[in-house]
C-alpha cells in the first residue's frame, strides 16, 4: 500500500519567516496531494491541494509543488503569522476507491 | 451542500464498557467512509474505511469494529473498552468516484477511565 512521509514532525518559526513542509510517497500510481490544517482540538481541513497533472499550485501565501519523478511534494507558507500555528497534514490518493493516507503531521509554531 | 455529523463529542467511559460512536453523511450518495484514531501524537490512524453499504475493510486489528447499516451511517463499536482505546476519533467522508478531498467530523474525546 502506500506510504507517506512528512517532514519535519515540529517547525518552529519566526512571525514573517516562511516555513516548508515536505513529504513524499512511494505509490507512483498516486494522483492526488491534499494538504490539511487541524487547530488544536479541531477537525483537519483541506488548506488546498494538488493534482498530478500540475506542479505547482498557488493560494495568497500558501503554495504546493509536487515533483512526480521524485515522488515528493512540499508546502510553502510565506510570511508566517501566528494563527498559521497548527497541525499540518499531507496525503496522498489514487485513483479507483481514492482513500487518503496520511502523514504522520507537522507541528507549526508561528512566534509573534 | 454536504455535512458530516459526528457524535458525542466528549465521551468518559470505564474500562471494559462498551462503545458506540454515530457518523452521517448529508447531501452526497455512496461516499467513501473513514474512522480514524489520532492518539496523544497527532499521526491520523485509518482504523477503518468503507466504499459501500456492508463493506468494512479494517486497517488495525484490535478491539474496535465498524458497520455501515446505511449508505450514509458508519458506527463504531467495541464490546470491551481498554485504556489503550482513550483518544480522538474522526469519522470523515470523500467522493468515491472522483479526487475529492476528505471532509472530517468533529471529533469524539474518548477517555476510558
Redesign the interface.
Known sequence: GENVEQHP?TLSVQEGDSAVIKCTYSDSAS??F?W?K?ELG?????II?I?SNVGEKKDQRIAVTLNKTAKHFSLHITETQPEDSA?Y?C?A?K?G??????G??T?LIVHP | SQTIHQWPATLVQPVGSPLSLECTVEGTSNPNLYWYRQAAGRGLQLLFYSVGIGQISSEVPQNLSASRPQDRQFILSSKKLLLSDSGFYLCAWSGGQSDTEAFFGQGTRLTVV
Not at chain 1, 479541531?42 to 483541506?46: I, N, V
Not at chain 1, 476507491?97 to 496520511?102: C, G, H, K, Q, R
Open positions: 514532525s494522483n492526488y491534499p490539511y487541524q479541531k477537525r483537519p481541513q483541506l491541494d493534482r497541525v497534514f496525503a490518493s485513483g476507491s481514492y482513500i487518503p493516507t496520511f504522520r503531521g507541528s
